[in-house]
């Protein structure tokens, strides 16, 4: 008989307290030991429209809800006695028959009469009635074409009903995959091509089933499932995602989507997946953020922690914690060198030179060009393209500059010190060559943020591989590199490249709102483009809000409100992040928790899951994280874009670099939110709020 469990069932035992899971989970575990076990109680719901459901008794008040037959016992749900009934009463599993997959569906009960309005007498009237009682939206889509995307036959009315108002009211009824689909439908005008089975398969094998059932094996797949009911990811993972995850690649790929679409969760399956692909393998799965790594590290063990054999096998670094470590092994430890010591040297040598170039500009140039791509002759900087730079300069001013670099690379040289990119550019040459690689596979998350450096490593630990490379990340993310030619350090990606267009972390009208930060497209130096288009949020939340004030402890006040608003509805300190632009503002994000009265927990490398604290940070380092709710702070004129890096620019070209980057900061800080998201500032507020929270 197979064991199974079914995403209903997870999301019912997450809303139990501590003490009622534990309880619980002993009687799943004796579920799955021995189904017919007199102890368990087991009765059948005579009243249930289905009739395999049964319940299984956990104490006086707790049930289970099984769906009971000769080849199969699934966890349906649970919860107090009269919900879990009802529940039941409320439910049947049936297999779909147009698409084949099972399906939990609900007895279809009107959602909301359409009540048809009197005639009225006047066209100023009519065009009342017209703005009030919105058209349907599936008008158009016959029975048939419904049906091929698994919309249960019972709500096929509903849906031809629906307009946009009663939508995401009617979805929260309806299979994902009909959701998904009617979603993809309002945006786009297409209806995505069904998967359909065959007569004779396994309706629980069908790609739409597995992402609400799983087929358990042994009881340490039960225990991870029951331990992290939450962590959904970690169980049922999305048909377009795990094409992604299992597919066998020729050369490096990378999987793009806007925020929210589970990139995060996709690297971190490949490389799970990859190491028990290949016993014996090591896999390093890295990223450039701490906190970001301290996060993974955590899911890691959530998805493998009940197999050694594979998540020891995973290392989770930080790129710059990977490169120093492998330096040291192979060359000794590197002795960095710091800004504060290029910026020095630089100073030095322009002065000797008597250059006219301002400190700014040498430094992006050295940091851009010089070091990241590791030049180290007049005729190596006289011929680089210098792409992000823009700037521009002859012959003659290169000569001059060149004069000052020679320079400093030779301060560098007699101080022994070396930059991180120099670390790298070591590291590809050492594993371009004939030494033995300390990784099998690589596995980036963020990578839209990886320096020339590092990515030429990369390709180097990857080699020509197949698998060897897996890329995670998206261009609107963008916040620390200057755009350069993947290709040209070894990295093409050209035929390996998808988009994850399912939003499940963040509501509707967050992601449409944030998305108004962006371009509708976004390519990189390659011309590898990422359109934005045709991503869908699959659930509904309330409005983000955007209020701005006129001194700072209104602000304060007013997010405190926020919070506490939010504790009052049971939500989670840890649930909660609260974000700023610099550190100069990290002052009225403190007083928001101060005056909130409860602890705030920077956003740094602990594991702040376990952290009964609001977890405050700088917009940058929130970068892969997500939470429940989130105020961003001090969204003033001058912070966002921070004046301070407008008045470093030694050139008016580089101002819509730095434009598009401070764009990219605010919207992966409001991406952050999943259901809750408040945006603050002083009059008259960031210029970026116009576009965030403009007209449609």
């Keep these: 008989m197979n064991f199974l469990i079914a995403n209903t069932f997870t999301d019912s035992l997450g809303k139990l307290t501590a003490q009622e899971q534990k309880a619980v989970k002993t009687t799943a575990f004796d579920l799955q030991m021995n189904p017919a076990a007199p102890g368990l109680s087991l009765h059948k719901l005579d009243g249930a429209r289905d009739k395999n459901f049964w319940s299984a008794r956990v104490n006086a008040d707790i049930r289970i809800i099984l769906h009971k037959t000769s080849d199969s016992l699934l966890l349906a749900y649970v919860g107090h006695h009269d919900d879990a009934y009802g529940w039941a009463e409320r439910r049947k599993l049936e297999r779909h028959p147009t698409t084949g997959a099972m399906q939990m569906v609900e007895i279809r009960e009107r959602v909301a009469e359409i009540v048809t309005p009197a005639p009225l007498a006047s066209a100023a009237a009519a065009d009342v009635r017209q703005e009030r009682f919105l058209p349907p939206l599936f008008r158009n889509l016959s029975h048939n074409d419904l049906m091929a995307v698994g919309v249960p036959a019972d709500w096929i009315g509903d849906v031809h009903d629906a307009s946009e108002d009663s939508f ?6 309806l299979p994902e995959e009909a959701v998904e689909a009617l979603l993809n439908y309002v945006t786009t005008g297409e209806l995505t091509p069904p998967v359909i089975a065959a007569v004779s398969q396994d309706p629980f094998a069908h790609p739409d089933a597995a992402r609400r059932f799983r087929t358990l094996d042994n009881v340490e797949e039960l225990s991870r499932a029951l331990d992290y009911p939450w962590e959904k990811w970690a169980v049922f993972l999305h048909p377009a995602q795990a094409a992604l995850v299992e597919r066998i690649y020729s050369g490096p790929a990378r999987v793009s989507g806007s925020a929210g679409t589970g990139k995060t969760v996709v690297a971190l399956h490949r490389a799970v997946h990859l190491a028990r692909q290949h016993p014996g393998a090591k896999v390093v799965l890295a990223t450039f953020s701490p906190a970001l790594v301290q996060a993974l590290r955590r899911k890691l063990w959530v998805l493998a922690g009940n197999e050694p054999d594979v998540s020891d096998r995973i290392a989770v670094k930080t790129l710059a914690e990977l490169g120093q470590e492998l330096y040291a092994n192979h060359f000794g430890v590197a002795a960095l060198a710091t800004e504060h010591s290029i910026r020095a040297a630089l100073q030095a040598a322009a002065q000797a030179a008597k250059s006219s170039f301002s400190p700014g500009f040498l430094y992006g140039e050295w940091t851009d060009v010089v070091d990241a791509w590791q030049i180290d002759s007049w005729e190596g900087y006289r011929d680089v393209a210098r792409l992000g730079r823009k700037t521009r300069i002859g012959g003659r001013q290169r000569e001059d500059l060149w004069s000052v670099f020679s320079q400093v690379r030779g301060e560098l040289r007699a101080r022994r010190e070396v930059t991180q990119a120099e670390i790298f550019a070591k590291l590809s040459a050492h594993y371009g060559g004939h030494a033995v690689r300390p990784f099998d596979f690589a596995v980036v998350d ?7 450096a590092e990515l030429r490593f990369l390709s180097a630990l990857a080699g020509d591989r197949p698998d060897g490379l897996f890329l995670a990340g998206d261009l609107g993310q963008r916040i620390f590199q200057q755009p350069f030619s993947w290709k040209s350090c070894g990295v093409d990606i050209r035929g390996r490249s998808h988009t994850l267009r399912i939003n499940y972390r963040t509501s509707h009208q967050i992601r449409t709102q944030a998305d108004r930060l962006l371009p509708a497209a976004l390519s990189d130096v390659d011309g590898n483009a990422e359109g934005r288009g045709g991503t869908v949020s699959v659930f509904d939340g309330p409005q983000p809000v955007i209020q701005l004030f006129d001194a700072e402890d209104d602000e304060v006040a007013a997010v405190a409100a926020f919070i506490s608003d939010r504790i009052n509805g049971g939500m989670a300190p840890q649930e909660i992040g609260v974000f700023v632009r610099s550190d100069h503002q990290m ?12 602890p705030a927990m920077p956003l740094s490398t602990q594991d702040m899951a376990k952290a009964d604290a609001i977890v405050v940070g700088l917009m940058h380092q929130a970068k892969g994280m997500e939470f429940r709710a989130v105020a961003v702070m001090a969204c003033d004129d001058e912070v966002l874009p921070l004046q301070g890096r407008i008045e470093a620019l030694s050139d008016a070209a ?21 259901e809750y998201l408040l945006v603050t500032g002083l009059q008259p507020g960031s210029e970026f709020l116009g576009d965030l929270f403009g007209s449609n």
């Design 654 to 674: 580089d101002l819509e670099e730095v434009y598009n980057t401070e764009r990219h900061l605010l919207y992966v800080a409001c991406t952050r939110a999943r």
């Design 168 to 173: 995401f009211e009617l979805a929260n009824h």
């Design 446 to 452: 963020e990578a839209q943020d990886i320096s020339i």
């Design 587 to 598: 002052a009225r994000a403190l007083a928001v928790v101060d005056l909130a009265d409860i």
